[in-house]
């Protein structure tokens, strides 16, 4: 079976597959029926012979031509021939399937040392690497090509940071727009001494389960692309001279390689490596505006490392600067933490010296708040920090934010702050994280009892089920100093209190990531002067990761 793909003219997009049978190409064939009215009734022919086909002109009108060569003679079609009649242009791609690569190791597939073999090479044509990469006095099938290559690697460039995907997603393009049979893509290491390979791929033909060989190049070839910076098309022409060196014959006509293109990888004026494809000449000889192609590729994928690498540079710089002012925030946090129990342990010391209780007490209380805060502090950090799925259990809501209460009562009386709950009792057992939500009140209730007046405060932690909607509210209410609805989100940027030295800025950002992971929702109502309200809310029964991951201003 061979398949015809219109590249131009009124039926252009259309494919045509053949049967087993003479097809005729014309506006009135059963088989290849054209619309283009330059092109005869019955145009051309092509039959079947010896497993390929072969195409005749039928004493047409405006002629029919085979790679731009018009057919005087029937002429054996090889994959990805170019058939024009009329004005309609056509590319055969004969039995070979669709553009299907298998993905190999790239360690140990390609040879470049073939120096002992008695076979050459030569260089039909090159393209320098200054040249520009549009491609010159195209036909159509080519400058669609080159156009779909490109945008292709333009969208990639956006799209991708790691440098081995773009390798990859760019031989799948030339494995998808010209007729390959291996390839692979050669890039310096970091010292820029040694050719790594990065990408190495073949193609499987229909029916046929070729086995995977070492892929055997000249050596001479890549030196030669390294050195003159440019592409070339090379054969096995055994005539030369630039392949011959004190009578050595390199070859890479081993394995049945007939027609290589190989293209400099480079942007501006720094190499990065080469891409090296091959295929032989029974199925394809590349032309002279397919190695303008790949010249133009090469150069593609040099912007696009170049681009991955200075991303991946900037993202390494800026990790870097974000650790760094982490380490420092958290280093002043624990730094006052720590000085606050030193001074607690003084008073210890001063008691037990002086066997004053009172004193010992008051140092004892001291340490003790301190061990809180950083336990706490700690928790948020670990919290903060790992990535996992929530241990969902059946739990009560209720019976976690009673202990919750309950142990942070004494916090609320030191700072003469009331400290109310308000439960609501039908609340079915729920699927929680008992951990999780354990540390999402005394988040809440911590940073409740903190931000408002000793004195005056008051703090509200109650419950409520909806069952027509299926989920359960935890509300934390306070009546403090409130905030702009501008600010609110701000609330939840790590490492951002308003505290000033009393936090770390981690608690409220652990709160929303837990509630994520529990597929929950954070709302927050706040009015300056007023108060401020957080209420989460949880599905009573278990769900699915919402994939709309955006929050409006208040909701989180």
């Known amino acids: 079976m061979a398949t015809l793909l219109v590249m131009q003219g009124p039926d252009k997009g259309r494919t045509f597959e053949t049967g087993d049978e003479p097809v005729v190409l014309g506006r009135e064939s059963d088989q290849v029926p054209l619309s283009d009215r330059t092109v005869s009734r019955h145009h051309a022919e092509m039959h079947p012979e010896n497993g ?53 190791s790239v360690r140990d597939l390609i040879d470049l040392d073939v120096s002992s073999r008695n076979l050459d090479s030569a260089i039909l044509s090159t393209v320098s690497s200054d040249e520009s990469v549009v491609i010159a006095g195209p036909e159509v099938t080519q400058a669609a090509r080159a156009w779909r290559v490109m945008s292709e690697l333009t969208a990639a460039i956006g799209a ?4 081995n995907q773009l390798l990859e997603r760019a031989m799948d393009l030339v494995f998808e727009e010209l007729p390959v049979d291996r390839g692979f893509i050669l890039l ?63 070859s890479i006509h081993n394995f049945g390689l007939h027609s290589v293109i190989c293209a400099p990888i480079m942007v501006r004026d720094l190499l990065l490596g080469v891409i090296h494809i091959d295929c032989s000449a029974v199925a394809h000889t590349y032309t002279q505006e397919q190695l303008r192609l790949m010249s133009a590729i090469g150069q593609m994928i040099g912007l696009a490392i170049h681009n991955a690498r200075l991303v991946q540079q900037q993202m390494k710089v800026a990790r870097l600067a974000a650790t760094g002012e982490t380490v420092a ?139 027509d909607e299926g989920i359960a509210d935890l509300i934390v209410a306070d009546n403090g100093a409130g905030i702009e609805q501008s600010r609110i989100e701000e609330l939840f940027e790590p490492f951002k ?60």
Not at 88 to 102: A, E, F, I, N
Not at 210 to 233: F, G
Not at 393 to 412: H, M, S, W, Y
Not at 502 to 526: C, F, M, Y
């Open 52 to 104: 390929g086909w072969v195409l005749r002109d039928l004493r047409s009108a405006n002629g029919t031509y085979v790679n731009s060569i018009r057919v005087r003679q029937p002429v054996r079609l090889k994959h990805g021939d170019q058939i024009k009649i009329g004005a309609t242009l056509l590319v055969y791609t004969g039995d070979q399937s669709l553009p299907q690569t298998d993905r190999v």
């Open 160 to 163: 991708m940071i790691d440098p």
């Open 188 to 250: 310096y290491d970091r010292e820029g001494e040694e050719l790594i390979p990065q990408v190495v791929r073949y193609r499987r033909r229909k029916g046929r389960l070729e086995p995977v060989d070492k892929i055997a190049t000249s050596q001479k070839i890549i030196q030669h692309v390294l050195e003159r910076r440019e592409a070339v098309l090379c054969t096995n022409a055994m005539t030369d001279l630039r392949f011959a060196q004190d009578g050595a014959q390199d």
């Open 329 to 467: 925030y958290l280093s002043h946090s624990i730094k006052n933490v720590l000085q606050a129990m030193q001074s607690g342990a003084d008073l210890v010391d001063m008691g037990l010296k002086n066997q004053n209780l009172d004193v010992l007490q008051k140092g004892w209380a001291i340490v003790q708040r301190n061990l809180e805060q950083i336990m706490q502090m700690t928790m948020n950090m670990l919290n903060f920090s790992k990535t996992r799925e929530p241990n969902l259990r059946t739990n009560f809501l209720n019976r976690i934010v009673e202990d919750a209460v309950a142990g942070l009562q004494k916090k609320a009386s030191e700072r003469d702050v009331q400290l109310t709950s308000d439960l609501d009792s039908s609340i079915p057992p729920m699927p929680l994280d008992a951990e999780g939500i354990t540390q999402v009140a005394l988040n809440l209730i911590i940073n409740a009892i903190e931000s408002v007046e000793p004195g005056k405060g008051v703090v509200r932690v109650m419950t409520k089920f909806h069952p």
């Open 497 to 556: 209190s308003t505290k000033g030295q009393g936090g770390t800025g981690l608690g409220l950002p652990v709160v929303r990531k837990i509630v994520r992971e529990h597929h929950g929702r954070t709302v927050v109502e706040s009015e300056p002067g007023v108060g401020t309200a957080f209420r989460i809310r949880l599905p009573a029964q278990e769900m699915r990761r919402q994939s709309d991951d955006t929050y409006s201003t208040g909701e989180t």
